[in-house]
C-alpha cells in the first residue's frame, strides 16, 4: 500500500475515534487514537496529521484559510472538484482541498450541526448561520450536481464609514454630503441591488449616522447588520425546527417592533408578505424607517415590492398605495468588476394611473448631478447638506 493511501486511511481512523469519543484534536488525544490502531507514524507525519484532523474537526475545515483572508466575502464549493472565493473583484476558482465528495458533506454536516442544524438524507438542504455570523447555505448530493454543494457568505469584518465608500469608488465624494442629509431629513428609504452588490453594507453604514439618542430597531430574518449605533436593539427571526414548528416569521417581528416605541424602524431584507407590515408602520408615521430588497434596477423596485405585497393578499393598486405612502427615496447599487457602486437618489411617486413610479432625483455618476431641483425630497435633502 503507498504512503499516501495509508496516510488517508490513518486520518480517517483516527478522525472516526476523536469522533466518536468527542474528543477534541490535540496531541495527547492523537496519539491515544494512534495507540489504538495500533499504527505508527513519524514525527513530521504526526505534524500533518494532527494539522489535518484540526481543519477537520474545527472551523471550517480546509476552507478555514480562504474564510481569513480579508478580502473574500463569499466562498462557494461545488463538490470536490471546484472552490471558488469571492474578494471584491469578482468570483475566481482556487484550488480545492477537498479529495473526495465525502469530505465535502461531512463538512457540510458539521456546520450545519454548529449552527444547530439537521443536513442529512431526510433534510439534505441547510440555511443558517454559523456562530462566527458567516452565513451557510448547505446542499447535498444526489440532489445537488456535481456534488455536494457549500456556500458561505463571511460577515462584514470591522466597521466601514461613510468615507470608506467614497475611497472604495462606491461613491463620489460629492455624494457624501447627500447621503448625510439622506438620514438627516428622516426621509424613508430602500437600499436596491442585486445578489453581493453591497445593500446590506451600505445600509449599516448609513444608520451608523443616526443621532446616538434615537432608537434604532432592526428586525432580521438572519443577523447581519451591525450598524455603529448607541441605542440598537434587534429582533431576529427563527426558522421552522424538525418538527415544523416554532418558527418566527419577519412580518411577526415587525408587528412586536411596532411596540418597542422605535425612532427608526428596519428590516434587513425583505422577501414576502413582512412588507406589507412594513410600509403599514411606514404609514403610520414612522419616519426614516429603511429596509433592502433584491432589485436589478430602482425602476423595478416598484413592480419587485408589488410582488411580494401580492404575496400578502394585497390587490396591485392597495400594494402601489402603501408604496407610494410609506417609502421616499430608493439608493441603488450595481457591482462592477471595479467597485459595489451606488448609482444615485431616487424618488417613489405614486401616478394618474394609480401606480406607483421611480423618478432619478441625484445621480453620482462622476460626480453629483440633480435631475430634478423641484421634487420635494430634493427640497428636504437640501436643508440638510
Same mark, same amino acid.
Given at each position: ?30 496519539? =491515544? ?7 505508527? &507514524? ?9 494539522? #489535518? ?10 476552507? /478555514? ?8 466575502? !463569499? ?18 476558482? &482556487? ?10 458533506? =461531512?463538512?457540510? /454536516? ?9 443536513? $442529512? ?10 456562530? !462566527? ?8 448530493? @444526489?440532489?445537488? +450536481? ?16 461613510? *468615507? $470608506? ?20 431629513? +428622516?426621509?424613508?428609504?430602500? &437600499? ?28 432580521? *430574518?438572519?443577523?447581519?447588520?451591525? @450598524? ?23 412580518? !411577526?417581528?415587525?408587528? /412586536? ?53 401580492? #404575496?400578502?393578499?394585497? $390587490? ?17 447599487? +450595481? ?14 411617486? +405614486? ?35
Amino acid at each position: 500500500m503507498n504512503a499516501g493511501r495509508q496516510t488517508s486511511l490513518t486520518t480517517s481512523a483516527v478522525r472516526d475515534w476523536l469522533v466518536d469519543r468527542g474528543e477534541e484534536a490535540t496531541a495527547v488525544t492523537m496519539m =491515544r487514537a494512534l495507540r489504538s490502531q495500533e499504527a505508527t &507514524v513519524g514525527t513530521s507525519q504526526a505534524l500533518i496529521l494532527l494539522e #489535518t484532523l484540526r481543519s477537520e474537526l474545527s472551523g471550517a475545515g480546509p476552507l /478555514q484559510n480562504l474564510i481569513k483572508t480579508r478580502s473574500v466575502t !463569499d466562498v462557494l464549493v461545488n463538490g470536490s472538484g471546484q472552490v471558488w472565493v469571492d474578494d471584491g473583484l469578482g468570483l475566481r476558482a &482556487v484550488a480545492s482541498p477537498f479529495e473526495t465528495d465525502e469530505q465535502v458533506r =461531512r463538512l457540510a /454536516q458539521r456546520l450545519a450541526a454548529a449552527a444547530g442544524r439537521r443536513l $442529512d438524507d431526510s433534510m439534505p438542504f441547510c440555511d443558517a448561520k454559523l456562530p !462566527d455570523g458567516t452565513r451557510l447555505h448547505a446542499c447535498l448530493s @444526489p440532489v445537488s +450536481r456535481p456534488g455536494c454543494l457549500i456556500s458561505l457568505r463571511i460577515p462584514n469584518r470591522g466597521s466601514l464609514t461613510l *468615507d $470608506d465608500l467614497a475611497t472604495t469608488g462606491s461613491v463620489p465624494a460629492a455624494a457624501l454630503p447627500w447621503l448625510r442629509a439622506l438620514i438627516a431629513s +428622516r426621509v424613508s428609504f430602500l &437600499v436596491s441591488g442585486g445578489t453581493g452588490s453591497g445593500k446590506t453594507t451600505v445600509l449599516g453604514i448609513l444608520l451608523g449616522l443616526l443621532p446616538q439618542h434615537e432608537r434604532l430597531v432592526i428586525l432580521e *430574518d438572519s443577523a447581519e447588520l451591525n @450598524p455603529d449605533h448607541l441605542h440598537t436593539c434587534a429582533l431576529e427571526g427563527r426558522p421552522s425546527n424538525v418538527e415544523g414548528s416554532g418558527r418566527i416569521a419577519l412580518s !411577526d417581528l415587525v408587528r /412586536q417592533a411596532m411596540r418597542m416605541r422605535p425612532d427608526r424602524l428596519v428590516v434587513g431584507e425583505v422577501r414576502g408578505p413582512e412588507v406589507v407590515d412594513l410600509l403599514s408602520a411606514l404609514n403610520t408615521g414612522h419616519e426614516g424607517g429603511a429596509c433592502t430588497v433584491h432589485a436589478s434596477s430602482a425602476a423595478s423596485v416598484p413592480q419587485r415590492l408589488e410582488a411580494l405585497a401580492m #404575496t400578502a393578499g394585497l $390587490d396591485r393598486y392597495a400594494a402601489h398605495a402603501h408604496i407610494a405612502g410609506g417609502l421616499d427615496v430608493v439608493v441603488h447599487l +450595481r457591482r462592477t468588476l471595479r467597485a459595489r457602486e451606488i448609482t444615485g437618489l431616487a424618488g417613489l411617486e +405614486r401616478d394618474t394611473d394609480g401606480l406607483c413610479h421611480v423618478r432619478p432625483l441625484v445621480t453620482f455618476a462622476d460626480g453629483v448631478t440633480v435631475q430634478d431641483e423641484e421634487h420635494d425630497v430634493v427640497q428636504r435633502l437640501r436643508d440638510h447638506l
